[in-house]
């Protein structure tokens, strides 16, 4: 079956530095991926949506980078904050499937 | 409006009890979903109702069953659940099966004891 997964179960980083968080997925048919943010207590929130004809999209102060070679996606956070202590998760989807796939998730923390 | 919505936030019920979730859309998305998600997991699919009719059932026990009354409800009814189903049941919509983007609900933790 499809599989995606995560390079770091956790992140730490200073407030104002810059996060990334990777991703590798197997299902070569994927074409469009989604980054979650889940704060605890919480369903998951969309951040960024990417399909696989791009390589790069922007958001507010978050960048999501595919490559498809390599099978790999990763969120980009600029100038983090501690809001943005949450897990990450990827999502990918085909267009011949119904569902999505979530990765294992990222613990990103914040330290003031 | 682009909410989804759950209810009850929390539940607690006994294994011999039968108690029912109910989520709630309005953004006239055609796809509705069920995931189950224990602590530092991620979701796990459960059902996929696309136009009411159920589409996905991922082998969930029969303890767990799914209803979609009308294209904006979606609910999750259960009985004689064991204490290791005890998760956060979330729901989830999106415009069409195709899976496109799924906007998720705030979800309902369940404790079963």
């Known amino acids: 079956g499809e599989s995606v997964g995560l390079h770091l179960p956790t992140l730490s980083v200073q407030e104002g530095d810059n996060s990334i968080i990777n991703c590798a997925y197997s299902n070569s048919a994927s074409d469009y991926f989604i980054w979650y943010k889940q704060e605890s207590g919480k369903g998951p929130q969309f951040i960024i949506d990417i399909r696989s004809n791009m390589d790069k999209r922007q958001g507010q102060r978050v960048t999501v980078l595919l490559n498809k070679t390599v099978k790999h996606l990763s969120l980009q956070i600029a100038a983090t904050q501690p809001g943005d202590s949450a897990v990450y998760f990827c999502a990918e989807n085909s267009n011949t499937g119904n569902q999505f796939y979530f990765g294992t998730g990222t613990s990103l923390t914040v330290i003031p | 409006d682009t909410e989804v919505t759950q209810t009850p936030k929390h539940l607690v019920m006994g294994m011999t009890n039968k108690k029912s979730l109910k989520c709630e859309q309005h953004?006239?998305?055609?796809?509705m979903y069920w995931y189950k998600q224990k602590a530092k997991k991620p979701p796990e699919l459960m059902f996929v109702y696309s136009y009411e009719k159920l589409s996905i059932n991922e082998s969930v026990p029969s303890r767990f069953s799914p209803e979609c009354p009308n294209s904006s409800l979606l609910n999750l009814h259960l009985h004689a659940l064991q204490p290791e189903d005890s998760a956060l049941y979330l729901c989830?919509?999106?415009?069409?099966?195709?899976?496109?983007?799924?906007?998720f609900g705030p979800g309902t933790r369940l404790t079963v004891t």
């Open positions: 953004m006239g998305h055609r796809a």
């Open positions: 989830a919509s999106s415009q069409d099966w195709t899976g496109r983007r799924e906007y």
